[in-house]
């Protein structure tokens, strides 16, 4: 069942165009990773996504009663953030601002779910540390909990393994595989880690200005497109 | 000792610690989201609005708090979002305008009144100036600033961590910005009155701060900053009055030596 469509995206910028011809169709549970050079338009269709920006031509539909606001979104990492004063726990459970609706505080159902997501990332222990005191791969995983409490069935990471040593981008990773076969959930990641990108997505989006290739990751590593992309070399 | 009792046996003394407690939670609470979100020039040059539209009111001869407040609270809207549109990036219109605006003020009261003890009680602050309608509005609307901030405390929070996420997930950020700007614009003018238009801007900030030295979670720097913001307002106050010192200075004196403390504390 397809969970999200998108159909002849075009977005603009002050008129000129930079991103543009976008089709393609997400099935619940699909593992896209969105590659592509610097200014190739990544983050724009991210924010198209996220309802952040509106396409100046194109339509983005969303199936399976999924809406735009309820997609987990792990952003990349601001300096302010990274000496911002926040517990763990505060920060997880900030995730659960789009279940609040009409009330105004968290109640224990959305306590009970922000400590599920966090037991889920193996951070439960850190809940009453400073977000700021912590790893770059620790800060990470808290920020994936945060996502995971925002949504149900969509996870959309832009660069999330970005500054990580090895090790903890191999954690990460594994996490989002994990979150992705054991909970169904669909996972969007933005990346330049073009080999990772391979070997864990199932699909691949290629873009350059414009959609340059849009299939599964089997396909992607056939064409030409990802040799020359790759500088020559197979993966 | 006596002479401490007998301190408070004058109305205005009341007044002030009453209404000068509740500005101070009110800047302390608000304070903690403006640092974070790297506003803290915000409160300062507000403060140089507040000066000018206080001097046109009083040239005018009207209340000044009627003029003072409204004007402030638009051009608190207007450079949060300026600040996100135009090409004049957000310090550099704080500046413009803060500067302009100071300029105006003093060009307006040197072509009316001259610089008389009423000028320089809004440039430094007086214990003196709080008339008793003042004092209600500045309780009814410190009231107001503190509930809301409690009732949307965790959308602020959300808002100040991280706004990008918290739009994404669907939240009305600008509302929650213009809240901000709103309830801080009122804090700034009520508390001017008092603490002066060149100091109020350190209530604002100075107990954020501190706090921030030894706290790490969000809650705890909020409480401690409110507790701190308390603290340093009701001691100022005293050591004004004891040492017969400016009210306004003496809590920024305070508000100082308890950053200096908290560093301290923090760096052990």
């Given amino acids: 069942m397809a969970i999200l469509t998108c159909k002849d995206l075009c977005f603009a910028y002050d008129g000129s165009t930079v991103l543009e011809g976008v089709n393609f169709t997400l099935n619940a549970g699909n593992y896209l990773c969105v590659v592509g050079e610097n200014g190739s338009g990544k983050s724009t269709l991210m924010k198209g996504l996220l309802g952040l920006k509106s396409p100046d031509r194109g339509s983005i539909e969303f199936g399976d009663g999924l809406k735009s606001t309820e997609i987990g979104y792990l952003p990349q990492q601001t300096q302010l953030q990274r000496d911002f004063p926040a517990s763990v726990r505060e920060v997880v459970l900030s995730g659960c601002l789009n279940s609040l609706g009409r009330r105004l505080h968290y109640n224990d159902e959305d306590k009970k779910r922000a400590l599920f997501n966090m037991e889920r990332m193996g951070i439960e222990d850190l809940q009453d540390k400073s977000y700021q005191a912590l790893s770059g791969g620790q800060?990470?995983?808290?920020?994936?909990?945060?996502?995971?409490?925002?949504?149900?069935?969509?996870?959309?990471?832009?660069?999330?393994?970005?500054?990580?040593?090895?090790?903890?981008?191999?954690?990460?990773?594994?996490?989002?595989?994990?979150?992705?076969?054991?909970?169904?959930?669909?996972?969007?990641?933005?990346?330049?880690?073009?080999?990772?990108?391979?070997?864990?997505?199932?699909?691949?989006?290629?873009?350059?200005?414009?959609?340059?290739?849009?299939?599964?990751?089997?396909?992607?590593?056939?064409?030409?497109?990802?040799?020359?992309?790759?500088?020559?070399?197979?993966? | 000792?006596?002479?401490?009792?007998?301190?408070?046996?004058?109305?205005?003394?009341?007044?002030?610690?009453?209404?000068?407690?509740?500005?101070?939670?009110?800047?302390?609470?608000?304070?903690?989201?403006?640092?974070?979100?790297?506003?803290?020039?915000?409160?300062?040059?507000?403060?140089?609005?507040?000066?000018?539209?206080?001097?046109?009111?009083?040239?005018?001869?009207?209340?000044?708090?009627?003029?003072?407040?409204?004007?402030?609270?638009?051009?608190?809207?207007?450079?949060?979002?300026?600040?996100?549109?135009?090409?004049?990036?957000?310090?550099?219109?704080?500046?413009?305008?803060?500067?302009?605006?100071?300029?105006?003020?003093?060009?307006?009261?040197?072509?009316?009144?001259?610089?008389?003890?009423?000028?320089?009680?809004?440039?430094?602050?007086?214990?003196?100036?709080?008339?008793?309608?003042?004092?209600?509005?500045?309780?009814?609307?410190?009231a107001a600033v503190l509930l809301l901030f409690v009732l949307f405390y965790p959308r602020l929070f959300a808002v100040t961590f991280d706004e990008t996420f918290s739009k994404a997930t669907g939240t009305r950020t600008e509302l929650y910005n213009t809240l901000l700007a709103v309830l801080t614009a009122v804090t700034v003018v009520l508390g001017m009155r008092m603490m002066g238009a060149l100091l109020i801007s350190s209530l604002i900030i100075f107990p954020a701060l501190s706090a921030m030295r030894v706290c790490r979670s969000f809650k705890s720097v909020v409480l401690c900053a409110a507790g701190l913001s308390l603290l340093c307002f009701t001691v100022g106050t005293i050591a004004s009055y004891l040492l017969d010192t400016p009210a306004g200075a003496s809590i920024v004196a305070a508000n100082l030596l308890a950053f200096c403390a908290c560093s301290l504390i923090g760096k052990i």
């Fill in chain 1, 139 to 235: 800060q990470q995983r808290v920020l994936l909990a945060r996502a995971l409490c925002a949504t149900k069935k969509l996870l959309l990471l832009d660069e999330p393994v970005t500054g990580l040593d090895p090790i903890a981008t191999g954690e990460m990773y594994n996490l989002i595989k994990l979150v992705n076969l054991c909970d169904n959930i669909t996972v969007i990641m933005v990346s330049h880690d073009i080999h990772a990108a391979a070997r864990y997505a199932t699909h691949i989006l290629h873009l350059g200005q414009k959609q340059l290739f849009f299939g599964t990751s089997a396909q992607y590593r056939e064409s030409a497109l990802a040799r020359r992309f790759l500088g020559g070399n197979r993966i």
């Fill in chain 2, 1 to 142: 000792m006596n002479e401490f009792m007998h301190m408070f046996s004058f109305h205005f003394m009341q007044r002030a610690l009453l209404v000068g407690g509740l500005i101070s939670l009110c800047a302390a609470l608000l304070g903690v989201s403006l640092v974070l979100k790297r506003y803290s020039m915000i409160g300062d040059g507000l403060s140089h609005v507040g000066f000018g539209a206080l001097a046109i009111a009083s040239a005018l001869h009207v209340a000044p708090l009627a003029v003072a407040i409204p004007v402030v609270v638009v051009t608190a809207v207007l450079l949060l979002r300026l600040s996100q549109n135009s090409k004049i990036k957000g310090d550099a219109m704080i500046a413009i305008i803060s500067s302009s605006a100071l300029a105006i003020g003093v060009i307006c009261v040197s072509v009316t009144t001259g610089m008389n003890t009423e000028v320089s009680s809004y440039m430094f602050g007086s214990v003196l100036s709080l008339s008793r309608s003042d004092a209600v509005l500045s309780a009814v609307l410190s």
